[in-house]
């Protein structure tokens, strides 16, 4: 199946820095979305991308959709110890089937 | 609104047995899915369904079954368990592509499944 690429696939940061990962495709998306999965729970979605260059905030959260539709951008700014958890991409582009990243496992330092 | 429930969370199974997992959505959604989740490979698609009555093959659906009787509800089934369908598995739901929001997924809390 279709593979997407995520970086970092963890990150030991401190409280109050912030975070960059990235997702990259071999194929274009129509829509990305970020999701944040806590320990023993489903993802739950944070933010979702339909346009290429789009950029969106959720709170402290930006995500942006690449130009080329290959490449997405999440950027955590100020983190705080509730950040903690893995982050998923996920790309569509037409059709039923979603493709996610692996994940990049965030730890946050108090 | 529970959103997307999944039952049981936990089970172990010995080799061979069978079992049913159920995802119950209260959203009105027209497409479900469901997902394995296992270390390092991220979220494998094993089966889904466009609409009631429908489902259709993933990435993974060997040693699966899936029915779709009511719009709501989306079964996976494991015939005869092995041990490499130890996993979590997670159901996702979403709404038909005429409503906007339609390209994204809602996910249950999952279901965790050791098979010995």
């Given at each position: 199946?279709?593979?997407?690429?995520?970086?970092p696939?963890s990150m030991f940061i401190?409280?109050?820095?912030?975070v960059?990962m990235?997702?990259?495709?071999?194929?274009?998306?129509?829509?990305?979305?970020?999701?944040k999965?806590?320990?023993?729970?489903?993802?739950?979605?944070?933010?979702?991308?339909?346009?290429?260059?789009?950029?969106?905030?959720?709170?402290?959260?930006?995500?942006?959709?690449?130009?080329?539709?290959?490449?997405?951008?999440l950027?955590i700014?100020?983190s705080?110890?509730?950040d903690v958890g893995i982050y998923?991409?996920?790309?569509?582009?037409?059709?039923?089937?979603?493709?996610?990243?692996?994940g990049t496992s965030l730890t946050v330092?108090? | 609104?529970?959103?997307?429930?999944?039952?049981?969370?936990?089970?172990?199974?010995?080799?061979?047995?069978?079992?049913?997992?159920?995802?119950?959505?209260?959203?009105?959604?027209?497409?479900?899915?469901?997902?394995?989740?296992?270390?390092?490979?991220?979220?494998?698609?094993?089966?889904?369904?466009?609409?009631?009555?429908?489902?259709?093959?993933?990435?993974?659906?060997?040693?699966?079954?899936?029915?779709?009787?009511?719009?709501?509800?989306?079964?996976?089934?494991?015939?005869?368990?092995?041990?490499?369908?130890?996993?979590?598995?997670?159901?996702?739901?979403?709404?038909?592509?005429?409503?906007?929001?339609?390209?994204?997924?809602?996910?249950?809390?999952?279901?965790?499944?050791?098979?010995?």
């Amino acid at each position: 199946g279709q593979q997407l690429n995520q970086s970092p696939q963890s990150m030991f940061i401190q409280e109050g820095e912030d975070v960059s990962m990235n997702c990259t495709s071999s194929s274009i998306f129509n829509t990305w979305l970020w999701y944040k999965q806590d320990p023993g729970e489903g993802p739950v979605l944070l933010i979702a991308l339909y346009k290429a260059g789009e950029l969106t905030s959720n709170g402290r959260l930006t995500a942006q959709f690449g130009i080329t539709r290959k490449d997405s951008f999440l950027n955590i700014s100020a983190s705080i110890p509730s950040d903690v958890g893995i982050y998923f991409c996920a790309g569509l582009y037409t059709g039923n089937q979603f493709y996610f990243g692996t994940g990049t496992s965030l730890t946050v330092i108090p | 609104n529970a959103g997307v429930t999944q039952t049981p969370k936990f089970r172990v199974l010995k080799t061979g047995q069978s079992m049913t997992l159920l995802c119950a959505q209260d959203m009105n959604h027209e497409y479900m899915y469901w997902y394995r989740q296992d270390p390092g490979m991220g979220l494998r698609l094993i089966h889904y369904s466009v609409g009631e009555g429908t489902t259709a093959k993933g990435e993974v659906p060997d040693g699966y079954n899936v029915s779709r009787l009511k719009k709501q509800n989306f079964l996976l089934g494991l015939e005869s368990a092995a041990p490499s369908q130890t996993s979590v598995y997670f159901c996702a739901s979403r709404a038909d592509r005429a409503y906007s929001g339609a390209n994204v997924l809602t996910f249950g809390a999952g279901s965790r499944l050791t098979v010995l």
